[in-house]
């Protein structure tokens, strides 16, 4: 007899199921099972991974959930049709949003409601009958069932049973089924299935008590009694079934009843609403054409064509409504203000830039629109916009206006196990000592769970011997079985969906923990139900220039942005010198050692700068080659004079996704849809056999076109080896443009732009210390906090930049606004006036004290501190030491307002032979060097060796030393440079020199204290 699971939990169950839609479609199959049901707790996340794996599998897919109803019984629901799934889809966002997050529950008005084409089981032993019936309260239980028969009917009611070989489970059957018989109702045999293989439960076992926040060692009501809760056989489930075959047949039975409920790449696309009279395909190009007036002038036959070119597949895909989605959205924003950019693939399209969606002229850039959308690939497009930090939400909210809240809803992500997270959760359950756990999951980089005895063997700050022993071994194979697991739905940085049918009826809604209204699937689950995706990105740079803007015109010095000249020569002098600290995207380590070589002119050479820096183009080695062909220390060289037009702007290296489009089109005539398709199969990791094929084509093609075999086969390789890792070259030109811009800001307007920045971190490469350490560099002067002229933001005071109130540790909004508020009606003139005047929480007041808020009014901290604890007599007490003050307005703010905190140590240091940051420049290149500092920023980017490669900067009271440490001197002192807390460390290496950047090799690397303290 066969037989199919209808109660099957996967790792969407979050922390109760040990296994993945796949894994249980695959067992399935091998189980010659035709069908199997998904009933996931209260969601339906695993919904499209289960229904795609099951139909490539050749399983039917049923879909189901496992509901809580209200007095918490569990319930399973399954659906007969798509009907019956968007019923379920309304059941369980009214079970989250009408319930407290985290607490669904299913009203029975609610099931009554939405009924209708779906199928209910009566669950597990916390299901209500079940559970009634095992505490012989037969006439309450009978009384249960005939509730659920109501609502559901006879036919579409089933008391399930279950034999996992618990105490009681006989009994309970037989109860069950005579009670069914006394009902007239069908009874049905399941497994509640949580995990494929009888040697998973352990896996089980240990999420149960996660989630339960349990340990191993304890007793738990909740954790599994036995491993019997696996994906059994049709056999099995025979044998442990043989008094009720009639059981067996009806999840047969009920199988064959459902239908697949999922329906895949609908179009789902909203409807924008159009002026009377409009079809959208008119309208977008009426406004289409007319802003090709607006940003050219005057519309020549060549932007005619294209601009028609790219409408005509827009309108054959079906996006006319969604591309004016995105005109309305961005038309909005500047009429609110809102500074937005928009960036990625979506700047190769010329219809983009003449809606203003992005500012990068395609025409003009000569981009290939097929990049972005094609009608080979068909697929949908990928708008991404950032905006101005603080405005995004109002954008947002905009949507939810215009197309209604039940249109619109936040894309949720899954957040998974990594090696951090699983080292944490499986260390509490195993009861580690919690100081040990904490000390491994800090030095853990952010790698896959699976990737930790890897990481062990090879990094040298993983050599504990304690994380050698067994049961650390055990740890780490537990952490390996969770990995990748979902542990919780959180909210997308932007994605945003909107629907033109309610998206109760395509998708389960739910609250996240920000009180995000948020899909349950996530951007790619959402993407093949029909719906289309919109990224509104938050940038805090956005934010920054909004704000360096509103600094300028408070200064008297109002400045245009949009005016800002692309061939400012200061501009690209301060780039060229590496002097990009606080400049988007140009500020790491390794992009300042770039500029420092590259020698940009002009936006072009940023917008190579942006594509080089990569992880892709690093381990392809582009780098070296680009460089030196620009410098003409190599021959620009061409395998073939058709690749010239295509590979000129970047000297003979292929650098762009663009440019393999575009060499695929004119050597082997493949049309730009075909050649974006190719870069798109090359850009994954494929087959072999996949790989060879399309290299056959491609060769094949060319030959026909007059290419010479040998030449056809050297060009597949060279756009083979660079189509994975090839960066977008409308991404890195809109990216460009904003990196340009703010490097202008920070070139004539340092004080007002250094301000912006510290008002909005955190964001970009370093910290606020750091960014302070680079004004004062410039000549900019950082003035501590004071009660009455520090502002909510950080300020400009004439060349200085005052400290904001925020910036103060544990201080809150409604204080902030408390103390500003009482200040508008006069200056505070003493401690004593404050606390009249304004309440604020002690911590916050002490914190206010020691940072030196009050010292305009009082200069003695500790006499401040004593006075608010009552005491009077409070003047022979001495204040604090210069040094405390330090330590302690440090801590306070994050921040070394007077001197940086390694001005302390340099006479010592000097003492010691060790050189400041400002005194390298004075030295040759292959100098042997010692420089000590604040680390900053360590990190191992990917190399094309495949060896260990660490880069981190060295921070003192001159500015910033860039440290390169090779595999073989990381190996010895890696334990010092990742080590928590860091210590400032004493560096001991070769000076290299390369253009007008300098980098140590180091040698040797030591914690600072021990070196000072050694004779």
């Known amino acids: 007899m066969a037989f199919i699971h209808l109660h099957t939990h996967s790792y969407f169950s979050f922390l109760d199921g040990a296994s993945s839609p ?4 695959e067992r399935a199959a091998d189980l010659g099972m035709k069908a199997l049901a998904l009933t996931d707790h209260n969601n339906l996340c695993g919904a499209v991974e289960f229904h795609r794996q099951a139909t490539r599998a050749g399983i039917k897919p049923l879909q189901g959930v496992e509901v809580n109803l209200e007095g918490g019984w569990h319930l399973v629901l399954l659906a007969q049709n798509p009907s019956g799934y968007s019923n379920l889809c309304r059941i369980l966002t009214s079970a989250h949003l009408g319930n407290p997050r985290g607490k669904p529950e299913v009203a029975f008005d609610l099931l009554e409601k939405y009924s209708k084409d779906l199928i209910a089981l009566s669950g597990c032993r916390r299901g209500q009958v079940s559970y009634l019936l095992l505490r012989k309260k037969y006439l309450q239980a009978r009384e249960a069932a005939k509730r659920l028969i109501n609502i559901f009917g006879k036919n579409n009611f089933f008391l399930e049973l279950q034999q996992t070989f618990l105490p009681g489970d006989r009994t309970l059957n037989r109860y069950l089924v005579q009670l069914a018989e006394n009902l007239g109702v069908k009874v049905v ?6 995990y494929v293989y009888k040697k998973d439960f352990k896996i089980h076992d240990l999420l149960t008590c996660i989630r339960n926040l349990t340990r191993l060692e304890d007793i738990h009501p909740e954790r599994p009694l036995n491993g019997e809760n696996y994906l059994k056989s049709a056999q099995e489930m025979q044998e442990i079934f043989i008094e009720y075959p009639q059981a067996l047949r009806a999840a047969q039975e009920l199988a064959e009843e459902c239908q697949p409920a999922l329906t895949l790449d609908n179009n789902l696309f909203p409807r924008y609403p159009l002026p009377p009279g409009e079809t959208a395909e008119k309208f977008l190009k009426r406004l289409t054409f007319q802003g090709a ?31 004016l989605l995105v005109w309305d959205l961005v038309r909005y924003a500047r009429q609110k203000g809102i500074r937005y950019a928009g960036r990625g693939s979506a700047a190769d399209s010329a219809v983009a830039y003449c809606l203003y969606i992005t500012e990068v002229d395609a025409i003009r850039r000569q981009l290939l629109f097929e990049r972005f959308m094609s009608l080979e690939r068909g697929q949908k497009p990928d708008i991404d916009i950032d905006f101005d930090s603080r405005h995004r939400d109002q954008v947002a909210r905009y949507l ?13 992500t899954y957040n998974t196990y990594q090696a951090r997270s699983a080292l944490r959760d499986l260390g509490k359950v195993m009861n580690f000592p919690e100081e040990e756990i904490d000390a491994l999951a800090k030095k853990m980089p952010h790698i896959p769970a699976d990737e930790i005895s890897h990481a062990l063997e090879k990094l040298p700050e993983l050599q504990d011997a304690c994380w050698r022993k067994p049961r650390y071994q055990k740890l780490f194979d537990y952490c390996r079985a969770l990995a990748g697991f979902p542990r919780f739905i959180g909210t997308h940085l932007g994605g945003i969906v909107i629907s033109r049918e309610p998206l109760v009826n395509i998708t389960p809604l739910q609250k996240s923990a920000k009180g995000v209204v948020v899909t349950q699937f996530d951007k790619k689950y959402v993407e093949e139900l029909g719906l289309v995706k919109l990224d509104l990105l938050s940038l805090k740079t956005l934010t920054a220039i909004e704000d360096t803007m509103r600094n300028l015109s408070l200064s008297g010095w109002p400045l245009d942005y949009e005016s800002i000249p692309y061939d400012d020569k200061k501009t690209f002098a301060m780039i060229n010198q590496g002097n990009t600290v606080g400049v988007f995207q140009l500020e790491s380590p390794a992009q300042r050692a770039l500029q420092c070589r590259l020698k940009a002119s002009r936006l072009e050479d940023l917008v190579a700068s942006v594509a080089l820096i990569r992880p892709g183009p690093i381990k392809g080695n582009m780098v070296e080659p680009f460089i030196a062909r620009r410098k003409g220390e190599e021959p620009v060289s061409y395998l073939h004079p058709k690749l010239k037009p295509i ?32 870069r798109r199969v090359m850009s994954h990791a494929r087959s072999h056999r996949e790989m060879e094929a399309i290299g056959k084509q491609f060769i094949q093609k060319a030959i026909a076109r007059g290419i010479d075999s040998k030449t056809a086969e050297t060009i597949f390789s060279c756009i083979k080896g660079y189509a994975s890792y090839g960066f977008c070259e409308a991404h890195a030109a809109a990216f460009a443009s904003l990196a340009y811009k703010t490097a202008y800001l920070a070139c004539h307007y340092p004080v007002e732009f250094f301000a912006a920045l510290l008002s909005n971190q955190p964001m970009g490469y370093y910290p606020a210390n750091t960014l302070c350490q680079e004004a004062r560099r410039r000549g900019i002067k950082i003035l501590p906090p004071d009660i009455n002229r520090s502002q909510a933001q950080f300020s400009v005071e004439g060349n200085g930049i005052r400290v904001s109130l925020s910036q103060i540790k544990q201080m809150t909004k409604s204080v902030l606004n408390a103390i500003l508020k009482a200040r508008e009606q006069a200056p505070f003139s003493s401690l004593d006036d404050f606390r009249r005047r304004v309440f604020v929480p002690r911590p916050i007041l002490q914190n206010l004290i020691l940072c030196g808020a009050f010292d305009t009014l009082h200069p003695n901290r500790r006499q401040l501190l004593w006075k608010i604890t009552g005491e009077k007599n409070v003047k022979n007490i001495p204040d604090f030491t210069p040094e405390q003050k330090q330590e302690l307005q440090y801590r306070i703010l994050g921040i070394d307002i007077e001197e940086h905190y390694m001005a302390r140590w340099r006479p010592l240091l000097q003492q010691k032979g060790y050189k400041n940051t400002r005194e390298l420049r004075q030295f040759p290149d292959r100098t042997c060097i010692k420089v000590a500092g604040i680390v900053i920023a360590p990190h191992r980017p990917p190399t094309r060796s495949g060896r260990t490669v660490v880069f981190f900067s060295l921070e003192d009271e001159f500015g910033l030393a860039d440290v390169t440490v090779f595999e073989d001197v990381y190996q010895i002192y890696g334990n010092i440079i990742f080590s928590h807390p860091s210590p400032p460390l004493a560096v001991t290496g070769i000076l290299q020199r390369r253009g007008n950047g300098i980098n140590i090799i180091a040698r040797e690397v030591k914690n600072m204290y021990e070196e000072l303290k050694a004779k």
Not at 189 to 194: D, G, L, S
Not at 400 to 411: L, N
Request: hydrophobic share 45%.
């Open 22 to 25: 796949q894994e249980l479609v």
């Open 189 to 194: 045999a399941t497994n509640n299935v949580h």
């Open 293 to 323: 007036v607006e940003r050219y002038g005057k519309i020549t036959p060549a932007i005619a064509e294209r601009l028609n070119y790219e409408l005509k597949i827009i309108f054959e895909l079906g996006f006319a409504d969604y591309f």
């Open 400 to 412: 939810s206006e215009k197309y209604g809240d039940e249109h619109v809803a936040a894309v949720c």
């Open 647 to 678: 590979l000129e702007k970047t000297y003979g290296v292929v650098l762009f996704q663009e440019q393999v489009i575009e060499i695929a089109t004119a050597i082997a005539g493949f049309t730009p849809g075909e050649a974006d398709e190719l």
